[in-house]
């Protein structure tokens, strides 16, 4: 029987189960670039460079274990644009007697996939991730009953499954969870340590010509590109996190600078979410570091958690409750996405470094992401759809399963609370204490209201005023209601009038507010 196994763009790892079992005699690997997929959304120039060339040089890996691939270039003549075209051409040449794909990463795609099975002419053998600790099926046994869900749970029972950081059925260290611990603020000028580069090489600058071409419209700077295209390299990358960098990833998490998106975080998620590297074989490098002593508990606990927790609950959510879960829109929010995002032009210092580091490297950290760019969009009301997308297209790990629980759950509150267990709002004080960003802003931080107060402090209040309705009943909202409710109404209708002023006229003009009022 002659199979044609699917590999996509994030599906790059040699134990793929479409490849389980694979003859090298008869059956062929068919990869595609595709247009489809460089443009669902207007992907950072650098991602797009990551995915093509890390798929090329997995289907050259192959080729040299005498795999046989069949691999589309994007710029073939014959490219008709889409998987379903390219799968359609591949089996007309090919003839085999089934395809067998590994279930993909997208809803989107999966849905693509589900009209393959009669589309193709051939059956269809679709096959589980086995690459995730928790299967889709063990997800939904965990979430059975559950109204919302809260990942402290879910990590636990992945913790006594897998064994990571157990002595016996007890935490290691006895607690479950250090976060605590992981709040510190960068001391003033602690050296950071510097990151690997991989210089491009002539694969990789083959595919910087080809989006340079075909993809300048898009969002980003195409060079200096240092990411690893290749198993060995992201290896490399992994192997530098854990003797140089995850001993300080505990302490700094949350810390952040200007010009440094990096801090001490792993930056390994590109290449996790690709399939270079595997959950399994990170988490258990940075488990033996604990026990060898190179790293402290709260950092690998920390590290660890992302993983094995956050990265597999999203992902359980994300399937248990696609398509509705990205239709909802449970704080209302309908207000545009402001230009700034996409040009970074706005005196708001902290978002405009944070865009800048994302147009940069396509990367900005966890806290970056949620407390700065985030955060703005959930007090300003933003669309979620218009920022899900942005987050989609802007960073380079950015997948739907990931991305949208994080960006529709966690960052807008948009699901109601299903995923988080309260609305991730914050004042300046959150970005302030955090990093370095306001010393150098126009704003003052210190400001509640008036022409130079910090944007932030103002939206705060306007969003607990907002969503009182929504959100006073909140019990993990007591206190900010419980200040707001000491406010004379005076001071209410002047927080009311001077956010919405904002709203309408200062994120649009990209300029102080001041001078938008001034108008
Ligand atoms: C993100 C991406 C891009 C930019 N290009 C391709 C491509 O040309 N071919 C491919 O197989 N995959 C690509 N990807 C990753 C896919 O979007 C990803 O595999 C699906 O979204 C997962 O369902
Ligand atoms: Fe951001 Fe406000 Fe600080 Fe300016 S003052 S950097 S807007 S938090």
């Not at 274990?65 to 644009?81: I, K, M, T």
């Not at 590109?270 to 940075?286: F, K, S």
């Not at 297209?393 to 267990?421: C, K, R």
């Amino acid at each position: 029987m002659k199979s044609l196994c699917l590999v996509l763009g994030d599906q790059l790892t040699k134990g793929l189960s479409a490849l389980d079992g694979i003859d090298r005699a008869h059956d062929v690997i068919f990869m595609a670039e595709v247009e489809q997929e460089t443009r669902y959304v207007p992907h950072h120039k650098q991602k797009i460079v990551l995915i093509l060339s890390a798929m090329r040089h997995f289907a050259k890996t192959l080729r040299q274990e005498r795999f046989q691939v069949h691999y589309v270039a994007l710029d073939d003549p014959a490219n008709s644009g889409s998987f379903s075209g390219e799968l359609a051409r591949a089996i007309t040449l090919h003839q085999p007697d089934r395809v067998i794909a590994t279930e993909p990463g997208e809803w989107r795609v999966a849905d693509m996939m589900r009209g393959w099975t009669t589309q193709l002419g051939v059956p269809l053998e679709v096959r589980d991730d086995d690459r995730f600790f928790c299967s889709r099926q063990r997800f939904a046994r965990w979430a059975e009953d559950r109204k919302s869900y809260r990942m402290e749970f879910f990590y636990r029972e992945m913790r006594r499954e897998t064994g990571l950081l157990m002595q016996g059925d007890k935490p290691e260290g006895g607690e479950w969870n250090y976060d605590k611990e992981n709040r510190k603020s960068l001391p003033a000028h602690h050296p950071l340590p510097s990151r690997l580069r991989f210089e491009p090489d002539e694969i990789t600058r083959d595919v910087i010509a080809l989006v340079s071409r075909r993809h300048a419209d898009h969002f980003g700077d195409l060079e200096p590109f240092g990411w690893a295209v290749t198993r060995e390299d992201a290896l490399e990358a992994l192997d530098h996190f854990m003797t140089v960098c995850l001993v300080g990833y505990g302490d700094y998490q949350d810390a952040m600078k200007t010009g440094e998106p990096f801090v001490y975080h792993a930056i390994i998620s590109p290449y996790l979410n690709c399939g270079l590297l595997t959950p399994r074989e990170v988490c258990a490098r940075a488990e033996q570091s604990f026990y060898a002593g190179h790293a402290p508990l709260n950092a690998v606990e920390g590290f660890i958690r992302q993983i094995l927790g956050w990265r597999e609950y999203v992902r359980g959510l994300y399937w248990q409750h696609m398509p509705a879960y990205r239709g909802t829109n449970a704080l209302e929010a309908h207000r545009p996405l402001p230009d700034f995002f996409w040009t970074g032009d706005t005196q708001m210092n902290c978002v405009a470094q944070v865009i800048n580091d994302t147009r940069q490297h396509a990367y900005a950290h966890h806290i970056q992401r949620l407390m700065v760019t985030g955060n703005f969009a959930l007090l300003a009301g933003l669309e979620p759809r218009a920022v899900e997308e942005w987050y989609l297209a802007v960073y380079i790990d950015a997948f739907e399963w990931v991305e949208l629980p994080n960006t529709h759950g966690m960052v807008l509150f948009a699901d109601g609370g299903m995923l988080a267990s309260k609305p991730y709002a914050a004042s300046g004080a959150y970005i302030n204490r955090m990093s370095d960003y306001c010393s150098g802003c126009g704003y003052d931080v210190k400001e509640k209201s008036g022409p130079s107060a910090c944007p932030f402090n103002l939206l705060y209040w306007h969003f607990l005023i907002e969503n009182q309705p929504r959100l006073a009943t909140n019990p993990r909202m007591g206190m900010p209601y419980r200040t707001l409710a000491k406010m004379s109404d005076d001071r209410r209708a002047q927080i009311t009038r001077e956010a919405t002023a904002f709203l309408d006229t200062g994120i649009r003009l990209n300029r102080p507010r001041q001078m938008a009022l001034d108008l």
